[in-house]
């Protein structure tokens, strides 16, 4: 026994020794001032998808923490109807989704149920949310898992997530350097301690190419930064269910999360208590870029402002400024006086080594992008703990010209008025009919299809158009649509050699008929090809796939096409 006890003794000395040598310092408590500002967390998961608690057990941690705001984000393909802004233990909830995409995670607020379910590739995914109304944000862009990286940057995303603390945490385990993996393993032996601060110390700075491709987005358009706790409150197997709880762990808590980092936002006005009102507040300052990003497990409570003047007027973060003259920036904060503050240039460090807590800085007249960030110098490890959004000094554009393609020069119809060279293909459980009609003067091509009700059988309907000479001779597909509901479809193309491989354009279907056009060097490839672009001499069929990426299993309906013809 004596033994036992000694080596008991040991055990907690060495524990001890290494929470002494590794804790993090606790996190400075400043004197804040008024700056305007409300603090909220975003990309929040509950119980409805992969999170530990529902919204109202989630509502009163972040209550505890302070926060005023908190905006759920549950994985699903945005057919749920969101529920209503509501307050609940004070905080205002905002109901959204993250859906999965093929080039990453895309997390969506104030949308509508969507018609359809949103899914396939990140592209039509940002333009589904965006036709109907939504404000999305690009999700872990820099997560080391590739199925959680966002991925396609020539996409108009709305915001990127600069900051996410799952991505910072797998970073650390899968680097191949022994210091950040140690600084995990001490994590969970500090954390009983210091939650909040053991949680900011593991946060890592924004990656270089992921703010490079931030800052040249923002030459050309608004692209407001963002952060986003990704609050599950627990850890699980890697082959649990999403829902399934009873092997988890409650770490990291939801309230440890909401004290280590927020979102604060400038509204235009004050909150009324008036949920939907102040809904309608805060999404629009979180649209307009009015917002700042602070690690609480640093310091906190934070005060922070970044604004410009020159002679065109004033602007604060997320603001447009016209071109003329100089412009003064000044940054005000309630920064201890170690921490650094500096003013960037897009990539360029434009002023540093500001430990001031209101000071100005000259910049010359030509137009820019200016952001500022405030790391947390003097301390054990340096972290961002502030990290604003851009003001946009921009010169006056001309009208922007479209680009382009030149109009067809060639034209040959693939629809002679019958169903010669059309048939259908599915799986064993769905069902799909090729018919004409009469359309106004002429006629359409009518197609039925009914997917099987089982995921499991993979259901799909296919309505393909014979080549057998291939597609050599033409660059394009032209044709009107319209469907009985709003959809997407799925055009393709398949090789006859290799046997089987395709490549895809996914499109949306209106109810009213619609001009299409699908250019072939616009398609990507459907799973595994040899080639991402297509021989298209050996391309024997061009395919209307409809599928469960937009369809749900057990869905029925009905499509319309006419003056279909291959182009060049």
Request: glycine share 8%.
């Given at each position: 026994?004596?033994?036992?006890?000694?080596?008991?003794?040991?055990?907690?000395?060495?524990?001890?020794?290494?929470?002494?040598?590794?804790?993090?310092p606790a996190r400075l408590t400043l004197t804040p001032w008024s700056?305007?500002?409300?603090?909220?967390?975003?990309?929040?998961?509950?119980?409805?998808?992969?999170?530990?608690?529902?919204?109202?057990?989630?509502?009163?941690?972040?209550?505890?923490?302070?926060?005023?705001?908190?905006?759920?984000?549950?994985?699903?393909?945005?057919?749920?109807?969101?529920?209503?802004?509501?307050?609940?233990?004070?905080?205002?909830?905002?109901?959204?989704?993250?859906?999965?995409?093929?080039?990453?995670?895309?997390?969506?607020?104030?949308?509508?149920?969507?018609?359809?379910?949103?899914?396939?590739?990140?592209?039509?995914?940002?333009?589904?949310?965006?036709?109907?109304?939504?404000?999305?944000?690009?999700?872990?862009?820099?997560?080391?898992?590739?199925?959680?990286?966002?991925r396609e940057w020539t996409a108009p995303f709305d915001a990127i997530?600069?900051?996410?603390?799952?991505?910072?945490?797998?970073?650390?385990?899968?680097?191949?350097?022994?210091?950040?993996?140690?600084?995990?393993?001490?994590?969970?032996?500090?954390?009983?301690?210091?939650?909040?601060?053991?949680?900011?110390?593991?946060?890592?700075?924004?990656?270089?190419?992921?703010?490079?491709?931030?800052?040249?987005?923002?030459?050309?358009?608004?692209?407001?930064?963002?952060?986003?706790?990704?609050?599950?409150?627990?850890?699980?197997?890697?082959?649990?269910?999403?829902?399934?709880?009873?092997?988890?762990?409650?770490?990291?808590?939801?309230?440890?999360?909401?004290?280590?980092?927020?979102?604060?936002?400038?509204?235009?006005?004050?909150?009324?208590?008036?949920?939907?009102?102040?809904?309608?507040?805060?999404?629009?300052?979180?649209?307009?870029?009015?917002?700042?990003?602070?690690?609480?497990?640093?310091?906190?409570?934070?005060?922070?402002?970044?604004?410009?003047?020159?002679?065109?007027?004033?602007?604060?973060?997320?603001?447009?400024?016209?071109?003329?003259?100089?412009?003064?920036?000044?940054?005000?904060?309630?920064?201890?006086?170690?921490?650094?503050?500096?003013?960037?240039?897009?990539?360029?460090?434009?002023?540093?080594?500001?430990?001031?807590?209101?000071?100005?800085?000259?910049?010359?007249?030509?137009?820019?992008?200016?952001?500022?960030?405030?790391?947390?110098?003097?301390?054990?490890?340096?972290?961002?703990?502030?990290?604003?959004?851009?003001?946009?000094?921009?010169?006056?554009?001309?009208?922007?010209?479209?680009?382009?393609?030149?109009?067809?020069?060639?034209?040959?119809?693939?629809?002679?008025?019958?169903?010669?060279?059309?048939?259908?293909?599915?799986?064993?459980?769905?069902?799909?009919?090729?018919?004409?009609?009469?359309?106004?003067?002429?006629?359409?091509?009518?197609?039925?299809?009914?997917?099987?009700?089982?995921?499991?059988?993979?259901?799909?309907?296919?309505?393909?158009?014979?080549?057998?000479?291939?597609?050599?001779?033409?660059?394009?597909?032209?044709?009107?649509?319209?469907?009985?509901?709003?959809?997407?479809?799925?055009?393709?193309?398949?090789?006859?050699?290799?046997?089987?491989?395709?490549?895809?354009?996914?499109?949306?279907?209106?109810?009213?008929?619609?001009?299409?056009?699908?250019?072939?060097?616009?398609?990507?490839?459907?799973?595994?090809?040899?080639?991402?672009?297509?021989?298209?001499?050996?391309?024997?069929?061009?395919?209307?796939?409809?599928?469960?990426?937009?369809?749900?299993?057990?869905?029925?309906?009905?499509?319309?096409?006419?003056?279909?013809?291959?182009?060049?």
């Open positions: 026994m004596k033994r036992w006890v000694l080596v008991a003794a040991a055990l907690a000395a060495a524990a001890g020794a290494l929470v002494i040598a590794t804790i993090a700056d305007g500002t409300i603090p909220g967390g975003l990309h929040i998961h509950t119980s409805r998808s992969d999170g530990r608690s529902g919204p109202d057990e989630i509502a009163a941690a972040a209550a505890r923490a302070g926060l005023k705001f908190i905006a759920f984000t549950d994985h699903g393909d945005g057919t749920r109807a969101p529920d209503p802004p509501a307050y609940r233990s004070g905080v205002l909830c905002l109901d959204g989704v993250e859906i999965s995409t093929t080039g990453g995670h895309y997390a969506a607020l104030d949308m509508p149920a969507a018609p359809y379910p949103l899914g396939g590739e990140a592209r039509d995914v940002v333009e589904d949310v965006r036709r109907l109304g939504g404000f999305g944000m690009a999700a872990h862009p820099d997560s080391p898992k590739p199925e959680l990286r966002w997530e600069l900051i996410n603390p799952d991505t910072s945490w797998r970073i650390g385990l899968n680097t191949p350097a022994w210091r950040p993996r140690l600084r995990l393993f001490a994590s969970l032996v500090d954390y009983p301690f210091r939650a909040p601060e053991t949680l900011a110390s593991l946060l890592q700075h924004p990656a270089d190419d992921i703010l490079t491709k931030w800052e040249n987005l923002t030459q050309r358009r608004h692209v407001v930064s963002l952060a986003g706790t990704d609050a599950h409150a627990k850890l699980t197997p890697r082959n649990a269910d999403p829902g399934d709880n009873r092997w988890s762990l409650p770490f990291p808590g939801y309230e440890t999360a909401f004290r280590m980092l927020s979102v604060h936002v400038r509204p235009d006005r004050a909150l009324t208590g008036d949920a939907k009102v102040d809904a309608a507040l805060i999404l629009h300052a979180l649209r307009s870029g009015h917002a700042f990003t602070a690690i609480d497990g640093v310091a906190s409570p934070p005060s922070f402002e970044f604004s410009a003047v020159n002679a065109r007027g004033a602007a604060q973060a997320g603001d447009d400024l016209g071109v003329g003259g100089p412009v003064t920036l000044r940054v005000r904060s309630n920064a201890p006086p170690e921490f650094t503050t500096v003013v960037w240039q897009g990539s360029r460090v434009l002023s540093t080594d500001h430990h001031e807590q209101d000071f100005t800085v000259q910049a010359p007249e030509s137009p820019a992008v200016y952001w500022t960030e405030i790391v947390s110098t003097g301390r054990k490890r340096q972290i961002a703990w502030i990290i604003s959004n851009p003001i946009y000094v921009r010169a006056p554009e001309p009208a922007a010209k479209l680009l382009m393609r030149p109009p067809a020069s060639q034209s040959a119809s693939i629809f002679d008025g019958t169903t010669n060279g059309w048939r259908v293909e599915h799986d064993p459980a769905s069902q799909g009919t090729i018919e004409t009609g009469k359309s106004g003067a002429g006629s359409d091509l009518q197609l039925r299809y009914a997917l099987a009700k089982e995921p499991s059988a993979r259901p799909f309907v296919a309505f393909i158009n014979d080549r057998p000479t291939g597609l050599a001779a033409n660059d394009r597909l032209a044709f009107t649509i319209r469907a009985d509901h709003p959809m997407r479809i799925s055009v393709q193309l398949r090789s006859a050699e290799p046997p089987g491989e395709r490549w895809q354009r996914s499109m949306y279907i209106d109810v009213v008929d619609q001009d299409r056009t699908v250019y072939f060097d616009d398609l990507t490839p459907v799973g595994v090809t040899q080639t991402w672009r297509p021989t298209f001499s050996n391309i024997h069929d061009l395919l209307f796939v409809i599928d469960t990426t937009n369809s749900r299993p057990g869905s029925s309906g009905h499509l319309w096409i006419k003056a279909a013809a291959l182009q060049r």
